[in-house]
Every structure is written in C-alpha cells, then in structure tokens.
C-alpha cells in the first residue's frame, strides 16, 4: 500500500526543479536532523509519493511530486567530515542518520502556496498546517494527497 509524504526543502539546494533536470536519476534526500523527521524517513517504502515543498524562499508552497525508489538507508553525509551533515557520534555499526532515494515524478503547473493550505479546511490536520511544526518529513493522509491534488490543478 502506498503511503504519502511531505518533505521540506529549501529550493537553491534542491528543487522540484533539480528533480526535473535529472528525471529517471534518484536524489539521495540526505541531511535530515531531527529525530522524529528520521523515524518518518525510516517508515518511508519503494513507491511511496511525496510533495516536494520548497521552503525559506520567496515563493513557499508545495511543488510537484517525487517517488521513492531506495527506502531508509544510513544517511552517507553522516559519515563524511567534509560534509555539513557530519555527525562525529555515528558510526558505520550504529548510524544515527537515514537517507532515502527519490526520483522526479511531476511538477505542478502552479506552486500551491502555504497560505492556500492553510486556508483549506480539508488540511487542518495536515502536520505542515499545525503550530510550532517544524518537521522537515511528515505525513499526509489519503485525503490530504487528494486534495493537495485537487488544488494543484
């Protein structure tokens, strides 16, 4: 069964547009920090589909869809001390860090915006929405993906 996600990105370091340009070649989504947002990573499977949100930008919303096509590994980054990713505690016997691989799937033909979203009352549930949410991978239901589907186009 499919399930549904959400990742955050700031587009000058990767964009539904740096999806596009390398299309059938995975992105590794590495760097995430947080703990929770790492056990979300770790929940992810082959063929689950995720928004692409561009955050910390002029234009903040949700762009297109990417697929994941290599679940939870260690996150590389963790290991590389040349990396802003690096993480002197982990190691290759306990990784603390996941990655996972995604590939283009579409971009939209409009960004939907963060205040659209919110203004929608089928998303009140969605995490993005919620106060003091800061997580960089989360959820969405079913229902959400649907409509989120619906406003994009």
Known sequence: ?????????????????DFASQADKPIVWEGVRNYQARNYL???SEGDEVFIYHSSCKHIGVAGIARVVKAAY???AQFDPRSSYHDP??????PRWDAVDLVFVRRFERLIPLDEIKANPELLELPLVKKGNRLSVMPVSQSEW??????AS
């Open 42 to 44: 770790r929940q992810m």
């Open 74 to 76: 260690p996150d590389p």
């Open 89 to 94: 505690k982990s190691s290759a016997d306990k």
């Open 146 to 151: 649907r409509t989120m589907l619906r406003s």
């Open 1 to 17: 069964m499919t399930s549904y996600w959400l990742v955050k990105t700031e587009p000058d370091e990767c964009s539904i547009d």
